[in-house]
C-alpha cells in the first residue's frame, strides 16, 4: 500500500473492492452527488472511494501513485495550465493557473506561483492517485491526494490546455508497484483536549501577542502557550480581537467586490493551505453556499457553519495587519481573509475600513 497505518484501521461495511466500486457509482449516478458526499452516504472515505476504483471498468478509473511526496508533486508544474483544489468541511478554493516556484524543506514546501499560491505540509499526506472519469464532454484526469483518515488534502484536475503528454509521463513516472484494489486508511485520532482558560498564562500569552512583528509568528504564539485558535481570539489583548456576526463575510466580499479592494482569501486542512490574492467581482449566494464565481478563482463557503467569526488584528512591523477569521462548531478554520499585501508593505487603509466597518468601529 502507499502508507504503513499507525493508528488502527477504521472497519468498513465494504470488505469487497468491487463492491464498493459498484454502490459509489451507483449512489453517484442516481443522486448526482460529488465525491465527498456519495462516499459520506456510503460510510466510507473518498480515498477508499478512489481506490476501490483501481483496475475496474466503468465511468471511474484510478492508479496509486508512489512516494516521496515532494519528488511526485513538484512535478505537477510540467502538466501546464490546471485546477488546483483545496477544502475542508466548510468551504472550497478554486484555483486556475500553473504550479510555480515550488520547493520543500523537510516536510513543508511551498508553490509561488501569481495564480496558485500553496503552503504544503508533507508530514500529513497518504495516500495519492491518478484518477480518470469519463463524463458526456470526454474524460476528465485529475491527481487526488489524501490523508492517512482518506479525507481529501489537494486535488489538480487537468484542463484542455493541459500537457497531456506530461501527465501521461507523470503517471508512468509515479506508478505505485502495488495496484490492487482498495486501500486501509486509520481510524481518526480523538480530538486534542484544549487547556480550559484558567490554565492558561495570560499575561505572558497577551505580551507576547502585542509583541508580534510578523503574521507568521502567530501559530509559534498559539503553540508556545498550547491555546487553540479560537481560545486565543476570546484570550486576546484588548482590542485585538472583536467578534462579529457570522453574515460577515458575506458583507465582507461584497463590499470587496464593489470597491474593487484586493484581498487574500486562505482556505486549507491538515495537509494544504490554498491562498487566492487578487480581488473579487462576483458574489453570489445559492442556498446556504457563499460563492465567489470569478474566472480564475472559485470560492464555496457554508454559511450555515460558521460559528464564530471574528475581526482579528496583529501587529508587525509593517503595522497593523487586519484579517476576518471564520470557525465552526469544533473551532477548526473555515477561511481566513486578509487584504491583498506583501512583505514591507503596509496594509491597504481600504482593506482595514472595510474589516473595520463589520465591527462598527471606525479605522
Known sequence: MSSTATLPT??????????????????????????RDAARQLGISECEAVAAAIGQSG??????LATPWPELFEQVPTLGTVMALTRNDSAVHEKVGRYEQMSHEGGMGMALGPDIDLRIFYRRWAHAYAVREDEGK????????????GVAIHKVFLRDSSDEAAWAAFID????????????????????????????DHDGFREGWAALADTHD???????????????LRLAPLGF??????????????AAAERLTPIMCFVGNPGMIQIHSGPVRRVEVMGPWLNVLDPGFNLHLREDRIADAWVVRKPTRDGMVTSLELFDA?????????????????????WRALVEALTGVSP
Not at 179 to 185: C, F, L, M, S
Request: charged share 25%; no cysteine; proline share 8%.
Open 218 to 232: 502567530f501559530f509559534p504564539l498559539l503553540r508556545r502557550f498550547k491555546v487553540t485558535r479560537t481560545q486565543a
Open 10 to 35: 477504521r472497519p468498513t461495511a465494504f470488505q469487497d473492492p468491487q463492491a464498493l466500486h459498484r454502490a459509489f457509482q451507483q449512489l453517484r449516478h442516481e443522486r448526482k452527488l460529488r465525491h
Open 241 to 254: 480581537a472583536t467578534p462579529v456576526a457570522a453574515s460577515a463575510a458575506r458583507e465582507l466580499l461584497r
Open 173 to 200: 513516472g509515479h506508478r505505485h508497484p502495488n495496484q490492487e484494489p482498495g486501500e486501509a486508511v486509520e481510524a481518526a485520532g480523538d480530538a486534542e483536549n484544549a487547556l480550559p482558560d484558567e490554565a492558561i
Open 59 to 64: 465511468t471511474m478509473q484510478s492508479l496509486r
Open 330 to 350: 469544533e473551532g477548526q478554520t473555515i477561511a481566513l481573509f486578509f487584504g491583498e499585501r506583501k512583505p514591507g508593505v503596509p496594509e491597504l487603509p481600504a
Open 138 to 149: 470526454g474524460a476528465r484526469h485529475s491527481l487526488q491526494i489524501f490523508d492517512a483518515q
